[in-house]
């Protein structure tokens, strides 16, 4: 396979697992919104952060009200992380490897492009954002399993899979750090909806419902904390992703060194003493090095595989 090649299955399926956490982040804090009464106000910037995106966001944007950062993150184009640059990419990628992807793929990919670009605009709004942001978690869902249940899991689904759960794992790590800022910083008008937001966290990757089967204790920050960091049997949790892409990587030729940092970055996690990471200084330099060694193995993987071609 060529390396462009894998590196745009790569990307592809980055986009696609973009797209999918973004909307996913953006409707749960949409429902909390609905949920606090109205004396509390919520930081609609928190989700930008989450992205990495306030550099670009302050430069674009005056106010950071409700409906500057939710167009930021769905439909503005100067956002690298916005469900819309997310589906173009996504579009792009996988129209130049439409031979190795199923045939069903480019069309699913294509159409939830076009939804997308129909209906952002739509999606902004209170009214219609619920409908837009489902029909995006679905659409990007349905991509998912037609590419798990109808491609050859040979080398170029390895690329696409490493790619998913790296991404995945990423936005996980990205709302525990921005929970933690938040929520461990004893702040006096937050602590009474502290079991809300908690649980808001978990709804942003629909993991309410497998903490409550799993967990079976009450909602608090340490055990959601542990649950998303560590869980080895949750999809979304950080510890199950980077499992996903080191067993992705395993079956890849030349995969010593993109797989050593995978490995550290995953022991990393899973060694963790999650009580000492329940003040908001210690979760995030926590996180930060955890997000800059998943970093590192993305440029590993680059350096290894995708630079081949120009490098000759």
Not at 204 to 209: A, I
Not at 245 to 273: C, F, G, M, W
């Amino acid at each position: 396979m060529l390396s462009r090649v894998a590196e745009r299955l790569y990307w592809m399926a980055r986009y696609i697992e973009r797209a999918e956490n973004t909307a996913r982040m953006v409707m749960a804090f949409s429902h909390l919104a609905l949920d606090m009464p109205r004396a509390v106000q919520l930081s609609w910037k928190s989700m930008v952060s989450t992205t990495g995106g306030d550099e670009a966001f302050d430069h674009h944007y005056q106010r950071d009200d409700e409906r500057n950062c939710v167009k930021f993150l769905l439909a503005d184009l100067d956002n690298p992380s916005s469900i819309m640059t997310s589906l173009t990419g996504a579009r792009e990628n996988v129209r130049t490897t439409r031979d190795l992807v199923p045939s069903e793929a480019w069309e699913s990919v294509n159409e939830l492009y076009l939804f997308g670009k129909a209906n952002a605009e739509s999606g902004i709004g209170k009214r219609g954002r619920y409908a837009f942001l489902s029909e995006i978690i679905s659409r990007c869902q349905q991509i998912t399993g037609l590419l798990a249940g109808t491609m050859s899991h040979d080398f170029a689904y390895d690329f696409i899979r490493s790619g998913r759960n790296l991404e995945r794992a990423d936005m996980s790590s990205r709302l525990l750090d921005v929970a933690g800022i938040g929520l461990l910083s004893n702040d006096d008008d937050m602590q009474p909806f502290e079991n809300l937001l908690w649980i808001n966290i978990l709804k942003s990757v629909s993991g309410f419902q497998m903490y409550r089967q799993h967990v079976r204790r009450r909602v608090n920050g340490a055990l959601v904390i542990q649950f998303l960091l560590q869980d080895r049997q949750f999809p979304r949790a950080v510890a199950h992703a980077l499992g996903e892409v080191e067993t992705s990587l395993s079956t890849l030729p030349r995969n010593e060194l993109p797989l050593r940092y995978i490995v550290q970055v995953k022991r990393h996690v899973q060694d963790a003493k999650v009580e000492s990471l329940l003040k908001p200084d210690e979760l995030h330099q926590f996180l930060d090095q955890i997000q800059k060694d998943m970093a590192e193995t993305h440029a590993s993987i680059t350096e290894n595989w995708f630079r081949l071609d120009r490098a000759a």
